[in-house]
């Protein structure tokens, strides 16, 4: 059980953010011999995945290249790729599939750094999904009230500190957001008393056995700070 501190959870609305002096990028710009590859790693920060062999299936974090705004090939044949011509900057960024299913992958904190905030873009086959149903037969394009939100919840051990929910696309209140141009998030409201990030997706398009859409986002452009 987590226990859970007094605290209110914020919605992170797309911003241009000010930035902390000294403040890093981590912009995931490492040399590559594929189009994607399972979790990263550096001195800062790990980003969690599973694998599961016997049965090829994954969750977590994924670094990826993978570049293709055409709709019809949002399928889950192309799951690592973005909806964008580029990455946020260089060539590489990542991609998360949160499985509702088993436990959510972390941004683990390998230092005591504090994230400031993020840029996120939807992925092919999430934008295809929510756009059209004749590209997928299980989830239905969205409508007035729905909404498609990444959230941040900041943990120390099994104590919540901090949340920020990042709206990636949001049809409430005569809204039509959507993250496809790798739209910049305050992580602000994380706190600074955090050794890891867990992260979870959310949809309004839900079923008999959980969520309909394809529960991913790309993210880039990192920015933390001590």
């Not at 400031?116 to 934008?127: C, F, G, R």
């Not at 959230?151 to 809204?175: L, S």
């Not at 079923?207 to 991913?216: D, R």
Request: proline share 3%.
């Amino acid at each position: 059980m987590f226990a859970v501190a007094l605290l209110g959870i914020v919605a992170c609305e797309p911003d241009s953010v000010d930035h902390k002096p000294n403040t890093e990028v981590e912009n995931f710009d490492v040399a590559m011999t594929q189009e994607s590859t399972y979790g990263f790693e550096n001195e800062v920060f790990e980003f969690e995945y599973f694998y599961n062999e016997e049965y090829a299936y994954w969750g977590g974090f994924a670094l990826s290249n993978v570049k293709d705004t055409d709709p019809a090939n949002g399928l889950f044949a192309n799951q690592y790729a973005v909806f964008n011509d580029s990455a946020a900057s260089g060539e590489n960024f990542l991609i998360y599939y949160y499985d509702s299913f088993n436990e959510p992958c972390d941004i683990v904190l390998k230092k005591p750094v504090h994230l400031s905030d993020v840029k996120l873009n939807l992925t092919t086959y999430t934008y295809a999904s929510i756009t059209n149903e004749a590209i997928n037969d299980f989830a239905r394009a969205f409508t007035d009230g729905d909404y498609l939100k990444v959230v941040f919840t900041a943990m120390r051990g099994n104590d919540i500190t901090g949340v920020d929910e990042c709206y990636v696309v949001d049809y409430r209140d005569g809204k039509r957001i959507m993250a496809t141009d790798w739209t910049e998030y305050s992580l602000v409201n994380l706190g600074s008393d955090y050794d890891h990030v867990r992260v979870t997706i959310e949809t309004t398009d839900i079923g008999e056995w959980g969520a309909n859409t394809p529960l991913y986002i790309a993210l880039d452009d990192l920015v933390y700070f001590l």
